[in-house]
């Protein structure tokens, strides 16, 4: 089988076979496939796109390109939860230890920031002492103990996709369903939960910009998920305005304990409840509703935050700064960026403000480029809110003052101020499941 001719058949729309799948991910993990050819490829797949059957098999070689983890370890059920990507998105802090407060077992590899978007990882390194590399023994022994354990992906999940992330970044083809859908699945399959609830971001800071793109990717994710025998739900949140009001590990990290010691912003605590919601009727624990009083309960009778304070103290975290968040590190310099007009925040440009996160310093520049886990942003005015000339729209925060005028240039350009009230947007668009999509 030629790589010459598979992409020939895919320039012209052609359907690939099982077996030149198959042949197409092993020979470019193995090195036999060079990269000028799979770019190739993956531009045809993203000018021609894919059929359902082929992004199943591509997912699922893809996912056996490495370790298949096997959880059988940990009694119960094992519910996972993946977020394709947005600014301020930190629900995993808040949403795995209600979920474990709640009877579940959430057992989470997760990832690193990305371009704008933050990740887990990182968030969770800003916590004194938090070990993000555990053994498979300690990983497993945390999970029987607290219910729940947030550690990075091992080098070995899905190198398929480590491999082709990697080329799609600098080939400009990562806005393609197919691909997205089969990097992410391929992780979460690799991953050994039985059930995944998927967050799928729509707006402006996520990789699908509108709202029938993001319903197109759930489905095929849920299709994904459910052939491979995982129950799959996907909601499709709002990623026009960042989510809450922190951005950057630390103040994330903040912000997360805000809203698990029942405090923290309203649409946060929204979405983070309806995706625990739905991790709880998966794994069989009620009827959605039932769920969503069981996740609220967590939060206001302390589980939840307990849970979270225990797991970090078994991955050798010091939970007292989750305690006393004013412990935490501050960073050495920040500013306000003060409105210069009267009016309404008519509009957020949310990719702009997660780039402004990373000239802070809280995100990498390039794949190896260290992470101030200080930095950040607090925006003080979101859409739909009034604003008058002077108020502080945002404080940015870091160590590098001289990052400062480039990062508040950045900002404000990330945010419109007009003079009528915008009509308010929905925080929750849709829900997909299986065969059916619910609009709200
Ligand atoms: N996250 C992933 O893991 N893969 C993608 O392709 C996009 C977001």
């Known amino acids: 089988m030629r790589m010459y001719d598979l992409i020939t058949k895919k320039k012209h729309g052609g359907e690939l076979s099982d077996a030149e799948i198959t042949a197409m991910i092993g020979g470019y993990v193995n090195g036999e496939i060079p990269d000028y050819q799979m770019a190739a490829m993956l531009m045809a797949i993203w000018f021609r796109g894919m059929t359902d059957h082929e992004i199943i098999e591509m997912t699922k070689v893809m996912a056996h390109s490495g370790d298949m983890i096997d959880l059988s370890a940990i009694p119960g059920k094992k519910v996972d939860k993946h977020s394709t990507g947005g600014v301020g998105d930190k629900t995993t802090l808040i949403v795995a230890p209600i979920v474990a407060a709640c009877g579940g077992k959430v057992a989470k590899m997760s990832g690193r920031g990305l371009g704008h978007t933050g990740g887990t990882i990182d968030k969770l390194e800003s916590i004194p002492g938090y070990r993000t590399v555990l053994s ?12 729940v354990s947030v550690i990075g992906q091992s080098g070995n999940l899905a190198p398929a996709d480590k491999k082709l992330y990697a080329l799609r970044d600098v080939t400009a083809t990562v806005d393609c369903i197919p691909l997205i859908a089969s990097s992410i699945m391929s992780k979460k399959l690799a991953s050994g939960a039985d059930c995944i609830v998927l967050d799928v971001k729509t707006g402006s800071g996520a990789f699908m910009k509108t709202l029938d793109d993001s319903i197109k990717l759930a489905q095929t994710m849920v299709a994904i998920g459910e052939g491979a025998g995982r129950r799959t739900v996907a909601l499709i949140t709002d990623m026009d305005t960042p989510l809450g009001y922190g951005i950057g590990n630390s103040i994330e990290v903040i912000e997360s304990t805000e809203v698990l010691k029942g405090r923290g912003p309203a649409d946060l605590r929204e979405v983070s409840l309806q995706l625990a919601a739905n991790m709880l009727y998966l794994i069989g624990k009620g009827m959605p509703e039932q769920c969503r009083k069981a996740a609220e309960t967590a939060i206001e009778d302390g589980s939840a935050f307990d849970t979270f304070c225990q797991m970090v103290r078994a991955q050798g975290g010091d939970d007292n700064v989750l305690r006393d968040t004013s412990t935490f590190a501050e960073a050495p310099y920040h500013i306000d960026v003060k409105a210069d007009a009267d009016g309404f925040v008519t509009k957020m440009n949310a990719e702009a403000i997660g780039e402004t996160s990373v000239v802070l310093g809280a995100g990498r520049e390039t794949k190896d480029s260290p992470i101030d886990l200080t930095a950040g942003l607090i925006l003080h005015k979101k859409y739909g809110d009034a604003v008058k000339t002077g108020d502080s729209l945002a404080t940015l925060y870091t160590s590098k ?40």
């Open 136 to 147: 498979r023994e300690e990983f497993f022994d945390t999970v029987n103990r607290c219910g």
């Open 401 to 440: 003052r001289d990052v400062l005028a480039d990062a508040e240039k950045l900002y404000r350009q990330a945010v419109v101020i007009g003079a009528e009230k915008p009509a308010p947007e929905p925080l929750i668009y849709a829900r997909v499941e299986k065969d059916r999509v619910e609009r709200y």
